[in-house]
């Protein structure tokens, strides 16, 4: 079992930055998402570092929004720049191996 807590979400203007948290109640050496559900909508993929280090965007955010992890601190991060109206989502991390899920942080961008 693995606890998985989101955070470091908020309402920023667009334009602005984001920094999400992931805090892992074990190693995240394994591969780890990033996922997002926006209002009305179907969750969608949006980042991926595999376990050798290897990361994978959506292309909706490609060039934005980075991916990275501290595996002594077994947390997993969002950097989330030039943030749009439409990356408003609650956005949840996600631990491929096991298929545990946060639960999930507010994002809202909005002037």
């Known amino acids: 079992q693995v606890q998985l807590v989101e955070s470091g979400g908020g309402l920023v203007q667009p334009g602005g930055s984001l920094r999400l948290s992931c805090a892992a109640s074990r190693s995240i050496s394994n591969t780890m998402d990033w996922y997002r559900q926006a209002p009305g909508k179907q969750r969608e993929f949006v980042a991926r570092i595999t376990w050798v280090g290897t990361t994978n965007y959506a292309d909706s955010v490609k060039g934005r929004f980075t991916i990275s992890r501290d595996v002594a601190k077994n947390t997993l991060f969002l950097q989330m720049n030039s943030l749009k109206p439409e990356d408003t989502a609650v956005y949840y991390c996600?631990?491929?191996?096991?298929?545990?899920w946060g639960q999930g942080t507010q994002v809202t961008v909005s002037s």
């Open positions: 996600h631990a491929e191996n096991g298929n545990y």
